[in-house]
């Protein structure tokens, strides 16, 4: 009886997963439906950044057949991703809480919250910051008699990386508060540790970023502040814990 229970229970578990699953999926389809119409409007402010800075005269330009038509609808699809991340998230945070204690759940639900924020934030600060400097720095680089007119697909897989690394790299001050609130350290032996966090933020920017010097030092800098904010938070969190077990005991 006790193995037939467990069968069930384990087969429940996979088609509440698989219900999950497709309610992600078809959240990702319905937000790119409306996307895919305005498919090369969406391109065409998502290129505005490089178009803004290239030589006059200069376009992108495809270098596949069937680009023009495919690259448009993949960042239509990214974008559908990306707008449905909260979704998804509550979907993870709904299929998992049963299995949390209280205390789990009042941490995970302002997890997920701030860490879709800080997420959509270094994705903003890419798109707005970054990319305005280092198109420009690329652009004005180049050798004499080289026309710079870029891939449209180049240019996808560049920016998306970019975004990708950003919005991870954003997500520095949620790593550090959780790795205090669980007790793996404290903010007193993060902060001794502050120089080889700056080492490794370069290091990071190097591994995520183009083989540029400016994008991974754009990239190491809002890491390194972020690892400041997150220093901060986890002093305070610490020190209500601390209070509140002082008037526990």
Same mark, same amino acid.
């Given at each position: 009886?006790?193995?037939?229970?467990?069968?069930?229970? /384990?087969?429940?578990?996979?088609?509440?997963?698989?219900?999950?699953?497709?309610?992600?999926?078809?959240?990702?389809?319905?937000?790119?439906?409306?996307?895919?119409?305005?498919?090369?409007?969406?391109?065409?402010?998502?290129?505005?950044?490089?178009?803004?800075?290239?030589?006059?005269?200069?376009?992108?330009?495809?270098?596949?057949?069937?680009?023009?038509?495919?690259?448009?609808?993949?960042?239509?699809? !990214?974008? !559908?991703?990306?707008?449905?991340?909260?979704?998804?998230?509550?979907?993870?945070? !709904?299929?998992?809480?049963?299995?949390?204690?209280?205390?789990?759940?009042?941490?995970?639900?302002?997890?997920?919250?701030?860490?879709?924020?800080?997420?959509?934030?270094?994705?903003?600060? !890419?798109?707005?910051?970054?990319?305005?400097?280092?198109?420009?720095?690329?652009?004005?680089?180049?050798?004499?008699?080289?026309?710079?007119?870029?891939?449209?697909?180049?240019?996808?897989? /560049?920016?998306?990386?970019?975004?990708?690394?950003?919005?991870?790299?954003?997500?520095?001050?949620?790593?550090?508060?959780?790795?205090?609130?669980?007790?793996?350290?404290?903010?007193?032996?993060?902060?001794?540790?502050?120089?080889?966090?700056?080492?490794?933020? /370069?290091?990071?920017?190097?591994?995520?970023?183009?083989?540029?010097?400016?994008?991974?030092?754009?990239?190491?800098?809002?890491?390194?502040?972020?690892?400041?904010?997150?220093?901060? /938070?986890?002093?305070?969190?610490?020190?209500?814990?601390?209070?509140?077990?002082?008037?526990?005991?």
């Amino acid at each position: 009886m006790e193995n037939e229970s467990t069968k069930e229970t /384990f087969i429940s578990h996979l088609v509440e997963l698989r219900n999950r699953i497709l309610y992600c999926l078809g959240a990702v389809l319905i937000v790119f439906i409306p996307m895919a119409i305005f498919a090369n409007d969406l391109y065409e402010y998502f290129a505005a950044p490089l178009m803004a800075v290239l030589p006059e005269g200069s376009t992108m330009i495809s270098t596949e057949p069937h680009g023009p038509f495919f690259v448009p609808f993949k960042l239509a699809f !990214a974008a !559908a991703v990306a707008v449905t991340v909260p979704y998804i998230l509550y979907q993870i945070w !709904a299929f998992v809480a049963p299995g949390l204690y209280e205390n789990e759940k009042s941490l995970v639900l302002p997890v997920i919250t701030s860490s879709t924020i800080l997420f959509y934030l270094g994705i903003a600060f !890419a798109y707005y910051v970054v990319f305005p400097i280092i198109f420009l720095f690329f652009t004005s680089t180049a050798p004499e008699g080289v026309a710079v007119m870029t891939d449209i697909n180049a240019y996808f897989g /560049f920016s998306l990386k970019l975004f990708f690394a950003f919005g991870v790299a954003f997500e520095v001050p949620i790593a550090t508060v959780i790795m205090v609130r669980t007790g793996m350290t404290t903010p007193e032996a993060l902060a001794t540790k502050r120089p080889y966090i700056v080492v490794a933020a /370069f290091v990071v920017g190097m591994l995520m970023t183009p083989p540029d010097i400016f994008s991974q030092t754009l990239l190491a800098l809002p890491v390194w502040l972020l690892f400041e904010i997150g220093l901060w /938070f986890s002093r305070r969190i610490k020190t209500r814990q601390n209070l509140a077990e002082a008037e526990e005991g």
